[in-house]
Nanobody, 127 residues
Framework: QVQLVESGGGLVQAGGSLRLSCAAS????????MGWFRQVPGKEREFVAA????????YYADTVKGRFTISRDNAKSTQYLQMNSLKSEDTAVYYC????????????????????WGQGTQVTVSS
């Protein structure tokens, strides 16, 4: 069972930056596909970014491409989401997600692909 703990959320002005972290435990981190999703009240959880277990591929939602960067540090069992040029529409609760990814395909933009979720961290962008 994978446990995920997000951190790094907060309040930032539009145009500013934040870096989210997600620390994983319970499984060999280097075997995990990792993702970030976000959700606002009354809306479905939406895909933000994902990275394969091998770091061979990264994926981004069109709304964040060019502004957000996903990365991972296997030595620290942690993934990151660097968010730059933040906009008010980026305000949401951000969730870290994981699944064992070795030798698996699948669409990492689909939340149903993931087995484990963090508790979420609030990001608020003021305009």
């Amino acid at each position: 069972q994978v446990q995920l703990v997000e951190s790094g959320g907060g309040l930032v002005q539009a145009g500013g930056s934040l870096r989210l972290s997600c620390a994983a435990s319970g499984r060999t981190f280097s075997s995990l596909d990792m993702g970030w999703f976000r959700q606002v009240p009354g809306k479905e959880r939406e895909f933000v970014a994902a990275i394969r277990w091998s770091s061979s591929s990264t994926y981004y939602a069109d709304t964040v491409k060019g502004r957000f960067t996903i990365s991972r540090d296997n030595a620290k069992s942690t993934q990151y989401l660097q968010m730059n040029s933040l906009k008010s529409e980026d305000t949401a609760v951000y969730y870290c997600a994981a699944r064992v990814g070795v030798f698996r395909g699948g669409n990492l933009k689909n939340s149903r692909e993931y087995d484990a979720w963090g508790q979420g961290t609030q990001v608020t962008v003021s305009s």
